[in-house]
């Protein structure tokens, strides 16, 4: 049942069927015409250098070669060497960020106050540490050096530590 179906459809469509492939077949053939130029061109520059038997000309354009990769190489060397410079500076960025938002005083909510630590790749950096009341507002800073301050830092601040320190292991922040 399901055949005939199918031979029916392709006898009902079968004009649009032969003129697709036709295009198709058209298509591939100005491709194959293209490549066989191309490759033609190619083949007469190859075969016209070796005829000439002119060695010398192959030896010079070697040469010419060999010096352009020279050029690139040292090109590479410096660019490697600007690389490992800036790799240097970016460990030095702060780019590692903890913040943790809480309710300082109990008569105040919406998480107004905040912890936020900011480190370099190095695990150096700072903790600020924002406690909003309803009279006043108070802010703290303190300095982080190798993943520890020597100041004591309160639970916020030290959730905002740990969170800064693994958020360049997970590639996100908190």
Do not use: P
């Not at 960020?97 to 900011?118: C, H, I, K, M, T």
């Amino acid at each position: 049942m399901q055949m005939r179906e199918i031979i029916g459809l392709l006898r009902t469509y079968d004009i649009y069927l032969v003129l697709g492939l036709l295009i198709l077949c058209l298509i591939l053939a100005l491709c194959v015409v293209a490549l066989w130029r191309k490759h033609a061109t190619l083949w007469r520059r190859y075969n016209t250098k070796l005829a000439d038997g002119n060695v010398g000309e192959i030896i010079d354009c070697l040469a010419q070669q060999t010096q352009a990769i020279s050029v690139l190489e040292s090109r590479l060397d410096e660019i490697s060497a600007k690389l490992a410079e800036h790799a240097d500076n970016i460990s030095s960025c702060l780019q590692k960020v903890g913040v943790v938002r809480f309710d300082a005083f109990e008569d105040v909510g919406g998480e107004q106050s905040f912890a936020l630590v900011l480190l370099n790749g190095k695990g150096n950096g700072f903790a600020l540490s924002s406690l909003y009341g309803r009279h006043d507002s108070r802010v703290y800073a303190k300095r982080i050096v190798n993943g520890t301050s020597d100041f004591a830092l309160s639970d916020e601040e030290k959730t905002a530590l740990s969170r800064a320190m693994e958020s360049d292991r997970s590639g996100e922040s908190s």
